[in-house]
């Protein structure tokens, strides 16, 4: 399949020819062959009108129909893996057994919201039957369910090729749910985007459906993005990236003449608490896995256990030594782009610089040369220097973690109530410990979107119960998640039916519910 | 019970004199005896620290605890109804009958509410069980299920001094999902929001609750309302009113450090579409009961039917005349404040001045005076007229509408497509005009969150399929609804446990599941 570097406007190709930049190999620090273009004004508003044209055909699809649309993606990019993997594996040097297996769950996230719309429930319908002799007056029957929103814009990933991409997470809610999808690319990988993209186009046409049902544009820069989240017939965004981007973004969604629902999955330093008694029985086991953790594909992960609360030291005596040594026995990673790479650098100098912050250790530091190499580092300090300096609990996006050491269970309750949001929080603890710290629990339910108990926040499981957000700045929304089935809630809106005769109510709101799903009746659940 | 005219900040009342401010009675235009003090700043911070303080406890209360919290508040409310109707009645001149009803619609809601938080179901819980014998992976166990906000600030509504104020719809669900609520209470019923306040407060110190679980601010300005919007405690907003207010205080919740959802129900018009078949069936009937829809409660519904769109002329020979007849034959009204009356008077002086505008008639017009009373006014225009003028589909809050001739089908889809977001649209038609305008009832979808058939719109059912909401700018958040059960949900979050041994989970998540509700547990919904 040949890579052509242009925008996919429905059927058609852009011909944009402005903004030509390329894609890099980070391994190699080399540009890539192909050269893409920004796609232009004319471009952005015809994907928008082509989504919201798509809109009305694709919303009304039944679910079973939306399902076969999915499914047919996924089996399309399993057919292609080794392509998806290569161009992957040039664009961004994250391993082959790792790219393999972020297609696997690309196909399987698609899978999934196949399922739950096949099967239908997810629409919460809910009927209340009326009574024409209630006194004072008559009661109306009412019964409501989700409607998809509309044209739905999808930011892709630096750090998910695949599955927070343009076939990611993002896009398989918002297509389940009913909304015509337009991605802008992210530019560290268009190559990637460029074949998925295709890929997802040919399914579009194989399952005749509105050529507007899916898009995909170009940009070197940030204007495309921002055009889009602007843009009149655009009705949500999802967005996965730094909190500099995410909060740029939104402020444009919320400030619109009608602003839009924006979800963006931010930064995030998951705090990891490690509780006397787990560390006294498993201290250099726990060091060792962290370690892996914070480490695993260069630190790039939002869920990187950034910061990590020691109990006081005699009990840690089997931790530290383990994690120096493995810190320091590092390999160099490399980065995804000379931008993260550039900024991972800056923010190691500056905090091997600062008085309240000790280097525990590092790992192999690369020479000079173009590849996008970055060292291991991580550092440590007390609650009293956490408290003084809350910016040491911000994320740095790379193979780097804090080490705090707390003295008594009064100051890690401090340190916690002092957290903003975080998409996790992990504790590492005995049951005594969780009996002895149970406010640490309840404090954390009120920082983060998921806690870990005795793991790592690494590895984030695609399920039903998978809550992957959190309060501000983790996610701008934490109502909502953007891993597993409940995403699909993000991209869709209930609407509420009085008095409409059988014939005219949808499928999902008849009496005799030909669908099988389980609804509210009555305040019952039922089906 | 005596007025003081003080702020409630937990247990203790304001020590503020500044700001000074009474109510007045819309039917003689008179003050009403006591004095009104702003909330001072001390009084702002006072009240979130209170609220936040009191978080921990109140949001880890069992759901039957609060449920025994609200009904109580809703006996409290029914044992001195006469109280609050003649104080209401006073302030807002609305008539006692109606006040008699929205108190008993009030405490209905608490206990809707009440029920809904004893049953449990609503926290959504999902349950994965784990399985560590999963390859490549261990498939961790994930338990998911909502938590409320924290403090949350409710707007009390001028046009529903019982049900949208206090103890109304917000502070019910906001109370309900957990969260300590700080009502700011709306300046022109302010003796029956301290009497209501009271009654509050009084239950909080009987159930042996925190104080900061619910707090009344008065203010004669926007200030303390601002400065609560922005303050870094609250994590939510509920407020019912205009457009302009809504905005305004939207754009600062989402401006914050920590921007918070903010949840406005704003303007409307409600557009009701009289389709040919009924038109031609109903006509006279639907003139009579339009009328009666549009100027209820002096028009100051926000699902007053605002727009109505006539079919060909020849269909609806019987419903001009009726219309017309008891247009003229309507008795003026007493609006809720002079500042109402005057842009509603503003409005029609406006409209009987603009060339694009015939009026249809008008009803008793109010002689000079001090009372804020108006008169009843119709106008109509044909689609051409709205589409070039879309003002014209803009609230006016009072007893006015405005017919829309429309000479076709193709004419009746561009004007529905051209509207912005509503409340409610209804449809007046028979099953074969449903039929013909299939396409009516998919637009209506897209641009509101209730549609009623062969009814009209005021009178909003309090249940658990409502759907009291819409795209903007009906309300800020189409996603969600600010009447009915589902209105809990606008005030919690979810969180996921992983891998948490059994004794340290929330009961709703426990294997047992002791509370006996409906979970979705690997995918299956089950209790």
Same mark, same amino acid.
């Given at each position: 399949? &040949?890579?052509?570097?242009?925008? $996919?406007?429905?059927?058609?190709?852009?011909?944009?020819?402005?903004?030509?930049?390329?894609?890099?190999?980070?391994?190699?620090?080399?540009?890539?062959?192909?050269?893409?273009?920004?796609?232009?004004?004319?471009?952005?508003?015809?994907?928008?009108?082509?989504?919201?044209?798509?809109?009305?055909? /694709?919303?009304?699809?039944?679910?079973?129909?939306?399902?076969?649309?999915?499914?047919?993606? +996924?089996?399309? *990019?399993?057919?292609?893996?080794?392509?998806?993997? +290569?161009?992957?594996?040039? @664009?961004?040097?994250?391993? @082959?057994?790792?790219?393999?297996?972020?297609?696997?769950?690309?196909?399987?996230?698609?899978?999934? %919201?196949?399922?739950?719309?096949?099967?239908?429930?997810?629409?919460?319908?809910?009927?209340?039957?009326?009574?024409?002799?209630?006194?004072?007056?008559?009661?109306?029957?009412?019964?409501?369910?989700?409607?998809?929103?509309?044209?739905? =814009? !999808?930011?892709?990933?630096?750090?998910?090729?695949?599955?927070?991409?343009?076939?990611?997470?993002?896009?398989?809610?918002?297509?389940?749910?009913?909304?015509?999808?337009? !991605?802008?690319?992210?530019?560290?990988?268009?190559?990637?985007?460029?074949?998925?993209?295709?890929?997802?186009?040919?399914?579009?046409?194989?399952?005749?459906?509105?050529?507007?049902? %899916?898009?995909?544009? %170009?940009?070197?820069?940030? &204007?495309?993005?921002?055009?889009?989240?602007?843009?009149?017939?655009?009705?949500?965004?999802?967005?996965?990236?730094?909190?500099?981007?995410?909060?740029?973004?939104?402020?444009?969604?919320?400030?619109?003449?009608?602003?839009?629902?924006? #979800?963006?999955?931010?930064?995030?330093?998951?705090? =990891?608490?490690?509780?006397?008694?787990?560390?006294?029985?498993?201290?250099?086991?726990?060091?060792?896995?962290?370690?892996?953790?914070?480490? $695993?594909?260069?630190?790039?992960?939002?869920?990187?256990?950034?910061?990590?609360?020691?109990?006081?030291?005699?009990?840690?005596?089997?931790?530290?030594?383990?994690?120096?040594?493995?810190?320091?026995?590092?390999?160099?990673?490399? $980065?995804?782009?000379?931008?993260?790479?550039?900024?991972?650098?800056?923010?190691?100098?500056?905090?091997?610089?600062?008085?309240?912050?000790?280097?525990?250790?590092?790992?192999?530091?690369?020479?000079?040369?173009?590849?996008?190499?970055?060292?291991?580092?991580?550092?440590?300090?007390?609650?009293?220097?956490?408290?003084?300096?809350?910016?040491?609990?911000?994320?740095?996006?790379?193979?780097?973690?804090? *080490?705090?050491?707390?003295?008594?269970?009064?100051?890690?309750?401090?340190?916690?109530?002092?957290?903003?949001?975080?998409?996790?929080?992990?504790?590492?603890?005995? &049951?005594?410990?969780?009996?002895?710290?149970?406010?640490?629990? #309840?404090?954390?339910?009120?920082?983060?979107?998921?806690?870990?108990?005795?793991? #790592?926040?690494?590895?984030?499981? !695609?399920?039903?119960?998978?809550?992957?957000?959190?309060? #501000?700045?983790?996610?701008?929304?934490?109502?909502?998640?953007? !891993?597993?089935?409940?995403?699909?809630?993000?991209?869709?809106?209930?609407?509420? /039916?009085?008095?409409?005769?059988?014939?005219?109510?949808?499928?999902?709101?008849?009496?005799?519910?030909?669908?099988?799903?389980?609804?509210?009746?009555?305040?019952?659940?039922?089906?």
């Amino acid at each position: 399949m &040949e890579i052509l570097g242009k925008s $996919l406007i429905g059927f058609h190709d852009s011909r944009s020819t402005t903004g030509p930049f390329s894609a890099w190999n980070p391994a190699s620090g080399e540009k890539i062959d192909a050269t893409f273009y920004s796609a232009s004004h004319e471009d952005v508003e015809g994907a928008a009108k082509a989504a919201s044209d798509a809109f009305s055909s /694709y919303a009304r699809l039944a679910g079973r129909e939306r399902a076969s649309f999915l499914n047919r993606i +996924a089996a399309r *990019l399993e057919s292609m893996v080794d392509l998806l993997v +290569a161009r992957a594996h040039a @664009e961004t040097a994250l391993p @082959e057994p790792r790219l393999k297996s972020e297609t696997a769950r690309t196909c399987s996230q698609l899978r999934l %919201f196949a399922s739950v719309i096949e099967e239908g429930s997810w629409v919460s319908a809910r009927i209340d039957h009326g009574d024409s002799e209630r006194k004072p007056l008559p009661k109306p029957d009412i019964r409501s369910m989700l409607h998809p929103l509309g044209p739905v =814009v !999808v930011f892709g990933a630096s750090n998910f090729p695949l599955a927070f991409s343009v076939a990611g997470g993002d896009t398989a809610s918002a297509l389940a749910a009913g909304n015509p999808v337009i !991605v802008k690319a992210h530019p560290a990988h268009p190559g990637t985007s460029e074949l998925v993209g295709r890929a997802i186009r040919e399914c579009v046409r194989e399952e005749g459906l509105a050529e507007g049902v %899916f898009g995909l544009l %170009f940009d070197s820069g940030n &204007e495309v993005g921002a055009k889009l989240v602007q843009h009149p017939l655009v009705k949500a965004v999802g967005f996965t990236g730094s909190i500099k981007a995410g909060r740029a973004l939104m402020d444009l969604a919320v400030s619109r003449p009608e602003p839009i629902p924006f #979800y963006g999955e931010m930064g995030s330093t998951n705090p =990891v608490f490690i509780l006397p008694g787990a560390m006294a029985l498993r201290g250099k086991e726990i060091a060792s896995q962290l370690h892996a953790s914070f480490t $695993l594909g260069g630190g790039q992960f939002c869920t990187k256990p950034g910061l990590v609360f020691l109990p006081p030291q005699h009990s840690s005596a089997d931790f530290l030594p383990e994690f120096q040594a493995k810190v320091a026995r590092s390999p160099k990673f490399t $980065l995804l782009t000379s931008g993260i790479r550039d900024s991972y650098q800056r923010e190691i100098q500056s905090r091997k610089g600062r008085s309240d912050l000790a280097l525990v250790a590092e790992g192999e530091q690369p020479a000079s040369g173009n590849a996008f190499l970055a060292g291991v580092a991580a550092f440590q300090t007390d609650v009293p220097g956490l408290l003084r300096s809350p910016d040491l609990s911000s994320e740095v996006f790379g193979p780097s973690s804090v *080490l705090v050491h707390f003295s008594n269970k009064r100051e890690l309750l401090d340190a916690a109530r002092s957290l903003s949001g975080h998409l996790t929080a992990t504790i590492h603890g005995t &049951e005594e410990d969780l009996r002895e710290f149970s406010d640490l629990v #309840y404090l954390l339910q009120n920082k983060v979107g998921r806690i870990v108990f005795n793991g #790592y926040p690494t590895g984030v499981e !695609v399920s039903h119960a998978m809550i992957h957000g959190g309060p #501000y700045p983790a996610s701008t929304d934490s109502r909502t998640t953007s !891993v597993g089935s409940q995403a699909i809630f993000r991209f869709a809106r209930p609407v509420c /039916y009085q008095d409409f005769p059988d014939s005219a109510l949808p499928a999902e709101l008849k009496d005799a519910n030909p669908l099988g799903i389980w609804r509210m009746v009555d305040g019952k659940f039922a089906r």
